[in-house]
């Protein structure tokens, strides 16, 4: 399959989640960069905007095998990763997989459970394997990890581990929708939709684990020039410098940049990177893997607001 449809089948799967999903474009392009860049994606908004039924929705039209984990304070490792049961027909433990082993992992409300266990997905996340009893199993490919997190509600959560945080290739945020989005997603509603019936709303698979693999091997094809790829040091290097971050980006985010503006370049169909590609990816990429001093966010300074600055300080490439 050739890369122009390759392009053709990733547009049908925004169009796919389209049929289910109104208003949120920009997650569904930060979901699609994922798939091609082999990344995780953690998504935060409000109850009620469609997180969960945004991924449900691409899981559907992806012919690829998802589960879902509700992260829950009681929830622990082995209830993700699997663990050794006693079968007492053969009298002996045997490995009893978990949830992780699929494709899509849904982690909804990763931010409910207690560090411990939201470790137990780090090494799934960065290896693509998990470690049970000493021995190494690996996963399923493609694996990808969308978990959704409520940045309201401090009752009953706990903080990511910065660890974690810089595994998510994206942070994506799906604010509430505009008047007339929230108008239509309430006209659909009042004609019979129904989120828990997919199938009802046509939502069909349009690509499978092979298109992904192909599509990912072209996105690595795409071209960086020296220059780009010093603008997207110097991007990383300018939040270590802020006077209003206490941990700025690290190697790996500025890698997690460039792959995920290649993708972007891709979708579009060019064959190199521009600085308006590093650009258009950097609040997503970056927002969460900043640490602010805190008299900065007592100021209400946010990660956005110091990267739109970064921005527009930092020279770019001629």
Excluded: C
């Amino acid at each position: 399959m050739v890369d122009t449809e390759l392009r053709e089948s990733f547009l049908r799967l925004r169009t796919e989640v389209g049929k289910a999903v109104v208003g949120q474009d920009a997650a569904v392009t930060g979901l699609t960069i994922a798939l091609l860049t082999g990344g995780h994606v953690l998504l935060e908004g409000v109850p009620g905007v469609a997180k969960t039924l945004l991924v449900r929705t691409l899981s559907r039209a992806l012919s690829l095998d998802t589960k879902r984990v509700q992260f829950t304070p009681d929830l622990m490792p082995g209830d993700i990763t699997g663990s050794l049961v006693y079968d007492a027909k053969v009298g002996a433990f045997e490995f009893r997989e978990g949830p992780v082993f699929t494709n899509i992992l849904l982690a909804d409300e990763i931010n409910r459970t207690p560090p411990k266990t939201q470790s137990a997905l780090l090494e799934a996340m960065e290896e693509r394997q998990v470690s049970v009893d000493g021995e190494t199993r690996p996963l399923p490919v493609p694996f990808m990890v969308a978990a959704t997190m409520n940045p309201i509600e401090y009752e009953g959560t706990y903080t990511l581990p910065e660890a974690q945080l810089d595994r998510f290739l994206l942070k994506l945020v799906l604010d509430v929708p505009e008047r007339d989005v929230e108008t239509e997603v309430l006209r659909r509603h009042s004609e019979g939709f129904n989120p828990r019936d997919l199938a009802a709303a046509g939502v069909t698979p349009v690509l499978g684990p092979a298109e992904i693999a192909a599509a990912q091997k072209s996105v690595g094809q795409v071209g960086a020039s020296a220059d780009v790829i010093g603008y997207t040091v110097d991007l990383a290097r300018a939040t270590r410098q802020s006077p209003s971050v206490k941990l700025g980006v690290s190697p790996r985010g500025s890698t997690a940049l460039l792959a995920a503006a290649k993708a972007w370049a891709w979708l579009n169909a060019v064959d190199s990177i521009t600085p308006d590609h590093i650009q258009a990816m950097a609040l997503p990429v970056l927002r969460h893997r900043i640490q602010l001093r805190p008299e900065a966010e007592l100021e209400g300074i946010s990660s956005d607001s110091i990267l739109r600055s970064i921005i527009q300080q930092v020279q770019v490439p001629i």
